[in-house]
């Protein structure tokens, strides 16, 4: 019996040993197991929490940056020339399109537009969240609108969204001087890192791109609830955007719209000034910008249009055209004689066609010579043997150091980008740029305004108002004021003087005297510039464009239109107290006189019967905008 008992002794203590050890094993699984569950809440709830929370507040929440209203671009008296008007995009939040393929198939039909367009905007935003719209057609047309709406229940992560876009209230009005908007490309994003989002409009252009700060304003924000198709359920918060400030311009927008309309699509410019503070009236670069073409993006065939136009409009041609000044330049190495004394009002030169030195004749335009000429009357008939005989005598060097004063060979800095500085040369200019010596040959050439001489248009406008006004120089200004959504004005711009001409007084009357002879004697070249009641001063330009000998004995309309030369008309009114210049060039127009005076003289006729009338009743109240 005792046997018995302690066999079942020992099979129950190897039972119970077994059984401990089970009971081990389970109870260290279960802690393994437990601790791998609290390592993992550890980890998805203190390590990824933000990220997971921030994850499902996206796919609740979504944000709406709102773009705030761009301020309007208004001229002198506050009208305005460029405001806004809604237009609607079609945009895809990856993340609520499972197929995005098939939803950009049934897209691109309503669209009428090429997939692999769409694609394309897709890849380029690839380093963006999912969650991101993307734009991927702007401005929709009203038919097109109805039809995407119609269809959004088919379309998963399609929206049409509403913005604000630019409206030209004038067309072409100005485009080079307002310039363009479109959208923000992967450099800007970086330049303005955390400003801009993808999708935005940015100022591409002219005044639009300098001001982009105080054009844009700050945008809003709106967040919204969406389900789990995208779709929004309730706006959870909004942030109210902050309307761009509104620019106030010099420009008067009927002188601005009647030099568009007499240059009438020829290739050339005109800038008009008023002569005692440098403010603009009018800048005209023609054929002008089709503004129209970027809103919304501009096509590629639209593009390419304006690239290869022969008449290249992409060139801002008041302060990017670099044309030789010509006779208008005839001016400065006058007040040069004056002033160092070479020449006198009664210094006579004989001029019979041309001036011979050192074996070459340096013509005159007139053929068969002026006779005995004077300073007055060498501007009034533009004379080339005069000026030939004084640029001789004062020296390039001395040239250079008038024209300079006057504005010449430096960009004017007007508020606009890319101007450019034409060339007055000297001696150490030509070593400096060609490695050679000057030759006094050339001293002839640039006495005329040709051989290195280049201009801008805005220079010659900003010389004659220079020359006119007693010898100051004005920094020409586009804008007058900036003011704020409210009303308050933020900035004004009053007159810059940047220098003053070299020389004195009596040589600038002098010279004022012999453009009023240009525009007021029988023999004078700019008689087209005369008006009834106001006396004028003028002075006309021909810029030879090349010399072409087998051209030489054509008719000038048988001449290929590149190889004509410019045709240049710089003046001012009213003689007797200077207000205003203008300074038109025509391209391959030929005479300064008939290419480019009567667009002048529409300007001036204009302006006193119409803007110089008007503005006493309006200059002293301001207008809001």
Not at 170 to 187: A, P, V
Not at 386 to 411: C, I, R, T, W
Request: aromatic share 8%.
């Amino acid at each position: 019996m005792r046997q018995v008992i302690s066999r079942i002794e020992q099979v129950n203590e190897a039972e119970l040993l077994i059984l401990k050890k089970r009971v081990r094993f389970a109870t260290i699984a279960l802690l393994a197991f437990a601790a791998i569950i609290g390592i993992r809440l550890w980890y998805l709830q203190i390590i990824k929490g933000d990220d997971f929370f921030k994850s499902s507040e996206n796919n609740r929440l979504r944000l709406h940056w709102v773009n705030a209203p761009r301020g309007m671009i208004a001229d002198r008296l506050g009208r305005p020339l460029i405001a806004n008007r809604p237009y609607f995009n079609v945009t895809l939040a990856r993340e609520d399109a499972p197929n995005p393929a098939q939803v950009l198939s049934r897209l691109s039909t309503l669209l009428a537009v090429d997939v692999n367009d769409l694609l394309d905007r897709i890849r380029e935003a690839e380093d963006y969240p999912r969650y991101v719209p993307i734009t991927l057609k702007e401005d929709l047309d009203w038919k097109t609108l109805v039809a995407v709406e119609n269809h959004l229940y088919d379309l998963p992560g399609i929206r049409v969204e509403v913005q604000a876009s630019r409206e030209y209230l004038y067309e072409n009005l100005g485009s080079h001087l307002f310039g363009y908007l479109g959208r923000i490309n992967e450099k800007e994003l970086n330049e303005f890192e955390g400003e801009y989002h993808l999708n935005d409009q940015i100022g591409k252009l002219g005044l639009e791109r300098i001001y982009e700060t105080e054009l844009r304003g700050e945008p809003g924000r709106r967040y919204v609830e969406v389900d789990a198709q995208g779709f929004e359920q309730r706006e959870v918060s909004v942030l109210q955007p902050l309307p761009g400030a509104d620019i106030k311009l010099t420009i008067d927008r009927d002188l601005q719209e009647v030099a568009e309309e007499v240059l009438d699509g020829r290739a050339g410019a005109a800038v008009m000034m008023e002569v005692n503070t440098g403010r603009l009236l009018a800048v005209v670069s023609s054929p002008p910008l089709e503004l129209n073409e970027f809103v919304g993006g501009i096509s590629r065939k639209a593009w390419k249009d304006m690239l290869e136009n022969p008449l290249k409009p992409f060139i801002n041609k008041p302060i990017q055209g670099q044309y030789p000044p010509g006779s208008t330049y005839k001016m400065s190495v006058a007040l040069a004689g004056l002033s160092e004394g070479v020449v006198t009002n009664d210094t006579t030169f004989y001029c019979n066609g041309a001036m011979r030195f050192r074996g070459r004749n340096y013509r005159c335009w007139k053929k068969n010579g002026h006779g005995a000429v004077s300073l007055e009357r060498a501007l009034a008939e533009s004379c080339d043997v005069y000026f030939y005989s004084v640029g001789m005598k004062v020296g390039v060097d001395k040239l250079a150091e008038y024209a300079k004063s006057l504005g010449l060979g430096e960009p004017t800095g007007v508020n606009l980008e890319h101007e450019k500085a034409g060339i007055i040369p000297s001696i150490a200019w030509k070593k400096k740029r060609y490695g050679q010596p000057w030759h006094e040959g050339e001293t002839m050439s640039i006495s005329i305004g040709q051989g290195y001489d280049s201009a801008t248009p805005l220079q010659i406008c900003q010389m004659t108002s220079t020359l006119v006004n007693g010898g100051i120089r004005y920094r020409p200004q586009l804008i007058e004021e900036i003011v704020d959504s409210d009303g308050k004005v933020l900035k004004t711009f009053e007159p810059i003087v940047d220098g003053h001409a070299l020389g004195n007084a009596k040589s600038l009357d002098l010279i004022r005297k012999g453009m009023e002879s240009a525009v007021n004697t029988p023999r004078g070249t700019s008689t087209v510039a005369k008006l009834p009641t106001i006396l004028v001063g003028a002075k006309t330009g021909t810029a030879q464009v090349v010399r072409v000998e087998q051209y030489k004995h054509l008719k000038e309309e048988d001449i290929p239109y590149k190889y004509r030369d410019h045709a240049w008309f710089t003046c001012y009114a009213p003689a007797e107290k200077p207000e205003i210049a203008i300074t038109v060039i025509v391209e391959h127009g030929l005479h300064g006189a008939t290419g480019a005076g009567p667009v002048a003289r529409k300007l001036l006729d204009y302006y006193f019967k119409e803007v110089k009338p008007r503005k006493k009743d309006t200059e002293n109240d301001h207008v809001a905008i």
